[in-house]
């Protein structure tokens, strides 16, 4: 009796293992300039987001407890819907990383923040999200699990393709999916749309998908598998490697000027690059910081202070 109960429990644990969620997402919420609202409403938001993302099966592939994927969310609610109750405006900042091999070191994917983020929350109400009824019931609180869903499958894309060239295509397109079926609500739901903007999620879904940028993904690629990854066994080809990666990107920006992908990239992948090129000798990292200058604007002098 006593071994059959020990192989019952010992089955249970191995298969949990087996098909553990692919997330280990910390959530946090900033109401600071909420006010009149019951502080549980606040504890309760941060619990439902956690859940949602943390308990729901994202992928068809069995993730062991250690292969989840790290990541943050953090909710900074900036005001409250006029005539909404339950209302919010908010910024939501996303950060991913996922292990290097042979080392102790997390590569970030994704460090980008939305501020176009609108929705509706109810404390008793339980999220939802259903890739084949995206808008719901009610467009206001679905386009909280739509803007949560849509950047999960971002984050899966990013850490697929990471590990296989063009892994992640199946998660972009689900992320494409949630923007050709996100919420309306006449001009109150906005973030979706080709024509609200340049710089939006309809557009960084669209450029991971054009062909324009096959070769940006393929750089991630060569980047993290062939560069990264190989820096315990082979630093100075690996090195190499993510050097090389640096051409790649400069002259898909030269080819898309301005593009929010390539900003939303090096959002997360600005330091790396830096701390590899500052290992260089002086007579060499010219090249290499005239181009991350020129790709990545906002980090230039960074870059130039290598010089």
Not at 36 to 46: A, K, L, S, W, Y
Not at 77 to 83: A, P, S, Y
Not at 131 to 142: F, H, I, K, M, T
Not at 146 to 164: G, H, K, P, T
């Given at each position: 009796?006593?071994?059959?109960?020990?192989?019952?429990?010992?089955?249970?644990?191995?298969?949990?293992?087996?098909?553990?969620?692919?997330?280990?997402?910390?959530?946090?919420?900033?109401?600071?300039?909420?006010?009149?609202?019951?502080?549980?409403?606040?504890?309760?938001?941060?619990?439902?987001?956690?859940?949602?993302?943390?308990?729901?099966?994202?992928?068809?592939d069995?993730?062991a407890?250690?292969?989840?994927?790290?990541?943050?969310?953090?909710?900074n609610?900036?005001?409250?819907?006029?005539?909404d109750?339950?209302g919010?405006?908010?910024?939501?900042?996303?950060?991913?990383?996922?292990?290097?091999?042979?080392?102790?070191?997390?590569?970030?994917?994704?460090?980008?923040?939305?501020?176009?983020?609108?929705?509706?929350?109810?404390?008793?109400?339980?999220?939802?999200?259903d890739?084949?009824?995206?808008?719901?019931?009610?467009?206001?609180?679905?386009?909280?699990t739509?803007?949560?869903?849509?950047?999960?499958?971002?984050?899966?894309?990013?850490?697929?393709?990471?590990?296989?060239?063009?892994?992640?295509?199946?998660?972009?397109?689900?992320?494409?999916?949630i923007?050709?079926?996100?919420p309306?609500?006449?001009?109150?739901?906005?973030?979706?749309?080709?024509?609200?903007?340049?710089?939006?999620?309809?557009?960084?879904?669209?450029?991971?998908?054009s062909?324009?940028?096959?070769s940006?993904?393929?750089?991630?690629?060569?980047?993290h598998?062939?560069?990264?990854?190989?820096?315990?066994?082979?630093?100075?080809?690996?090195?190499?490697?993510?050097?090389?990666?640096?051409?790649?990107?400069?002259?898909?920006?030269?080819?898309?000027?301005?593009?929010?992908?390539?900003?939303?990239?090096?959002?997360?992948?600005?330091?790396?690059?830096?701390?590899?090129?500052?290992?260089?000798?002086?007579?060499?990292?010219?090249?290499?910081?005239?181009?991350?200058?020129?790709?990545?604007?906002?980090?230039?002098?960074?870059?130039n202070?290598?010089?």
């Open positions: 009796m006593l071994k059959k109960l020990f192989n019952i429990i010992l089955m249970t644990a191995l298969w949990s293992t087996a098909t553990a969620q692919e997330l280990n997402c910390k959530v946090k919420v900033l109401h600071d300039k909420i006010q009149g609202v019951d502080q549980e409403v606040f504890n309760t938001m941060e619990r439902s987001i956690t859940a949602f993302l943390n308990t729901r099966k994202w992928t068809t069995e993730y407890v250690n292969e989840k994927i790290e990541c943050n969310m953090l909710i609610l900036t005001g409250r819907m006029n005539g109750n339950d919010y405006n908010a910024t939501l900042n996303i950060q991913a990383s996922r292990p290097v091999y042979n080392t102790n070191y997390n590569t970030p994917t994704v460090n980008f923040v939305d501020r176009d983020v609108l929705f509706h929350f109810s404390q008793y109400t339980t999220l939802d999200f890739d084949n009824r995206v808008a719901g019931n009610d467009p206001l609180a679905s386009n909280l739509a803007v949560l869903a849509y950047y999960v499958y971002i984050i899966l894309a990013l850490d697929y393709d990471s590990f296989s060239k063009n892994g992640g295509t199946p998660y972009l397109k689900k992320a494409q999916n923007v050709n079926n996100a309306e609500q006449g001009k109150t739901i906005t973030g979706w749309k080709a024509v609200e903007g340049n710089r939006n999620r309809y557009w960084i879904i669209d450029q991971f998908l062909p324009r940028f096959q940006l993904r393929d750089a991630w690629y060569a980047l598998r062939e560069g990264l990854d190989n820096m315990y066994g082979k630093p100075a080809e690996a090195k190499q490697k993510i050097l090389s990666t640096i051409s790649t990107f400069a002259q898909v920006q030269r080819e898309n000027p301005s593009s929010i992908l390539m900003q939303f990239i090096f959002n997360a992948k600005s330091d790396e690059f830096l701390k590899v090129v500052a290992q260089l000798p002086k007579a060499e990292r010219a090249p290499y910081i005239t181009q991350l200058a020129q790709i990545d604007i906002a980090n230039a002098a960074k870059y202070a290598l010089k």
